[in-house]
């Protein structure tokens, strides 16, 4: 993703529960550019693991305008949006560098891209799978793109192969 409106800045509005998707349209409608930073997390419900996507910021989505043409009156009365986020009267900007790295790490839907670069001795927390929310250490990484990690589980470290796209650096 890039900025496709030079002269326009990046800012942050909260978001009412819920409605991330309703605001993000709503917003598109009128001609904001969004940006809206998803992971998959996984969660252990009724005894099974499931993978949900979710925003890397719940209640929060960025959004771009030119604020000299005072649109931000616009986006603050939104449908599923509560606020811009302000210091004052006016909504305060978001560095640009921020968000362009946050956007260099997501592919094209907005979804975090897993770490490029892993390296045995890196801590990780695995993302997904039965080890969701674990931290590990890498042990080695195999050419088949196979990371065999070390966690520690019942009082021992445990060698176990994850795929990169299960792991995010800590």
């Avoid at 695995?126 to 080890?131: A, L, S």
Wanted: glycine content about 8%; some cysteine; proline content about 8%.
């Amino acid at each position: 993703m890039t900025v496709h409106n030079p002269g326009a800045t990046w800012f942050l509005a909260q978001l009412k529960p819920n409605a991330a998707s309703i605001a993000e349209r709503n917003l598109r409608r009128q001609g904001f550019e969004t940006f809206l930073p998803l992971e998959e997390e996984t969660k252990q419900r009724g005894g099974k693991f499931v993978t949900a996507v979710r925003p890397l910021f719940p209640g929060y989505i960025f959004l771009s305008f030119d604020v000299t043409k005072g649109l931000w009156r616009a986006a603050n009365s939104t449908s599923g949006i509560t606020r811009l986020v302000s210091f004052g009267k006016k909504p305060a900007p978001v560095p640009l560098d921020l968000v362009s790295q946050l956007m260099l790490r997501c592919g094209t839907s907005g979804k975090l891209l897993p770490p490029k670069v892993l390296k045995p001795g890196d801590q990780v927390r695995v993302t997904r799978g039965p080890f969701a929310d674990f931290v590990a250490e890498i042990e080695k990484i195999a050419p088949d793109r196979r990371v065999w990690v070390l966690l520690d589980l019942m009082g021992g470290r445990n060698r176990v192969a994850l795929r990169p796209d299960q792991l995010r650096a800590v």
